[in-house]
């Protein structure tokens, strides 16, 4: 039997669940693709048209949050993503078991909303392309 680890098993969700959005692809893990020939790797994203081994335009992008890379996807990457004009962030930390839905203001992150324990349910608008209903307790447990 396959051994998942949290972070692949987290991903591999939201991709499914964007993956409800007619128009939308979802993928766990993608290479995606910056200014001045920089790649990011992305836990997941959401795309409008399926493409190849780099995405150029994704809709969205989640960071699933593991001990080892946790800096790296709480303040560089967002940065990067932010740059490149990306819609959504989604951030994901299984220890602390939240979700936090992020979105691009004139250049900066927004929270748009935060699932954890207290609220773990909601509907969330990924951009115009549609809502998808989030249930935390689904994504974090097996």
């Known amino acids: 039997m396959e051994v998942v680890e949290p ?6 969700r939201l991709a499914n669940l964007f993956d409800s ?9 993608g ?3 910056l200014a001045r020939n920089r790649v990011r790797i992305a836990d997941a994203y959401a795309t409008t048209r399926p493409e190849g081994l780099f995405v150029d335009d994704p809709v969205l992008v989640v960071e699933v949050l593991s001990p ?14 932010a740059a490149a004009g990306i819609g ?11 979700l936090e ?10 929270t748009l909303a935060r699932f954890d324990e207290a609220r773990p349910f909601g509907e969330v ?18």
Not at 70 to 80: I, N, Q
Not at 101 to 110: A, I, N, P
């Open 125 to 142: 608008a990924i951009g115009e392309h549609g809502v998808v209903t989030v249930d935390l307790l689904g994504l974090l447990d097996d």
């Open 101 to 110: 839905v992020r979105t691009l203001v004139d250049g900066s992150w927004h």
């Open 7 to 12: 972070v692949q098993r987290v991903a591999r």
């Open 68 to 81: 080892s890379t946790r800096a790296e996807d709480l303040l560089r990457k967002p940065h990067d993503y």
């Open 31 to 33: 290479n995606i693709r």
């Open 21 to 29: 959005v007619d128009g939308l692809d979802g993928s766990s893990s």
């Open 88 to 98: 959504q962030l989604w951030i994901v930390d299984p220890a602390q078991r939240w």
